[in-house]
C-alpha cells in the first residue's frame, strides 16, 4: 500500500509518499481503506517534532480519517467489512491506503456523508464538543464568541453552538472566512485582524461582553478576551502556539473561569459522550462538516504549509491516489 512515512522530525518535506505492507488485523483491531485523512494543525506539530508527545520513528501521520472497513480481527463485533466509518485515531496513520485501529477508534458515517467530510470529523467536531459542552457549559441563550470561526474546529463549534440555541459570534481574519463563518448561522462576524474589532464585539453586546469564549490563538487574544467576557464568564482555551504576558487582575475583575484541554487526553466516559453526539449530529443532519480542499496523498507536505497558512475556510483532506 501507499503510505507517507517520516523518517526524521522536521519541514514538511520530511513527508515521503512509500510502498508498505498492507497490515493484518489483531484481535479486536479493525483495517480500514482510507478514502480520506483529515489535516490537523497538530500533525504538522508532531511532524516538526514540537509537540510534547512524539511517535517512535519512522512513522506514518494521521490522527483522522474515513473510509470502508476492509477487515477485521478476532473479537470485533461492532463493524463489519463493507461499513462505512470515520476513523478517530488510529495505530498506523491515517495517511495511507489502509490504516489499523483499534475497535473503539472507528464510528459509523452515514451515507450521506462524504468520506472527505469525515475525514474532518475526529479531532475538529471532538474538539468542539470538549470545549462547548464539557468544559465551557454552554446553556441556551448565552453569547458564545468563537474566536477563529473559520477553521475546522471553529465551524463545528458554530454547527453545535447554534443547534443549542446559543447566539454566536464568529471571527475569521479574511473577508471569505467571514462570508463562509455568517453563512454558517453566526449572528455577528468580526475581522480578527481589525485592530477595532473587541470594541465592536463588546457594542454588540450593549456592554455586556458574551457568556463563553472558545479562543483558537489565546497567546495572541487572552488578556483581550479577559475584557469581553461577560461578569463570570468562561473562557475556553482551544489552541495557543506561544507566550503571553497579561494581568491576573483581568480573571479577578470578571470573576473569570479560565480552562483548557487536550482532546487525546480525554476520560474514555467523556470521550464516548463526545462521539454518541457526534454520532447523533450526523444521523440527524445536524453536523455537516465543511471541506476547503482536497489533495492527493503525494501532496501532504503542501497540506501542512496550508494548515498553518492564515485564511482557513474549513478542512483539508487528502486522498490516496487509488481512491
Ligand atoms: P484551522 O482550521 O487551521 O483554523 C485556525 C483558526 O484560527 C482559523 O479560524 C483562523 O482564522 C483562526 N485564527 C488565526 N489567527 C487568529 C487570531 N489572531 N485570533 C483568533 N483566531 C485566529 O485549525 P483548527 O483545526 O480549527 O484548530 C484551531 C486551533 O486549535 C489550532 O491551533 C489547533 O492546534 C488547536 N487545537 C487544539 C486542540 C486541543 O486538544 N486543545 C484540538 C484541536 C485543535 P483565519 O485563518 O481566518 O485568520
Not at 92 to 103: D, K, Q, S
Not at 141 to 149: K, M, N
Request: with cysteine.
Amino acid at each position: 500500500m501507499q503510505a507517507i512515512r517520516v523518517y526524521r522530525f522536521g519541514e514538511p518535506e520530511v513527508m515521503q509518499l512509500e510502498e508498505l505492507p498492507v497490515p493484518e488485523p489483531g484481535p479486536g483491531q479493525v483495517r480500514v481503506r482510507i478514502h480520506a485523512a483529515g489535516v490537523n494543525p497538530v500533525d504538522t506539530y508532531i511532524r516538526s517534532g514540537a509537540y510534547s508527545r512524539l511517535p517512535e520513528l519512522p512513522y506514518t501521520p494521521g490522527h483522522d480519517g474515513a473510509g470502508i472497513v476492509d477487515a477485521v480481527g478476532e473479537g470485533v463485533e461492532k463493524v463489519s467489512p463493507g461499513d462505512r466509518v470515520y476513523v478517530a485515531g488510529s495505530l498506523t496513520g491515517t495517511y495511507a491506503e489502509y490504516a489499523l485501529c483499534l475497535v473503539d477508534q472507528v464510528f459509523p458515517l452515514p451515507e450521506h456523508v462524504s468520506f472527505a467530510q469525515g475525514a474532518g470529523l475526529g479531532i475538529p467536531y471532538g474538539t468542539a464538543y470538549r470545549a462547548l459542552f464539557q468544559k465551557g457549559h454552554l446553556k441556551p441563550g448565552e453569547r458564545v464568541l468563537i474566536h477563529g470561526a473559520s477553521g475546522a474546529v471553529g465551524l463545528a463549534c458554530l454547527q453545535w453552538a447554534r443547534a443549542w440555541g446559543a447566539h454566536v459570534l464568529g471571527t475569521a481574519g479574511t473577508g471569505e472566512g467571514l462570508e463562509l463563518v455568517r453563512a454558517w448561522g453566526a449572528e455577528a462576524v468580526f475581522l480578527h485582524r481589525d485592530p477595532g474589532y473587541e470594541e465592536q464585539i463588546l457594542q454588540w453586546t450593549g456592554g455586556r461582553g458574551v457568556d463563553l469564549i472558545v479562543e483558537m490563538l489565546a497567546n495572541v487574544n487572552l488578556e483581550r478576551d479577559l475584557r469581553l467576557l461577560a461578569r463570570r464568564g468562561r473562557l475556553v482555551i482551544v489552541g495557543s502556539r506561544g507566550r503571553i504576558e497579561f494581568s491576573p487582575r483581568e480573571i479577578m475583575r470578571a470573576e473569570a473561569v479560565v480552562t483548557g484541554f487536550v482532546l487525546f487526553d480525554t476520560p474514555a466516559e467523556e470521550r464516548r459522550q463526545i462521539h454518541e453526539a457526534i454520532g447523533a449530529g450526523l444521523r440527524t443532519r445536524l453536523l455537516d462538516p465543511v471541506v476547503r480542499l482536497t489533495l492527493p496523498l503525494a501532496e501532504a507536505p503542501c497540506a501542512h504549509r496550508l494548515v498553518l497558512e492564515p485564511g482557513a475556510r474549513g478542512k483539508i483532506v487528502l486522498v490516496p491516489e487509488s481512491i
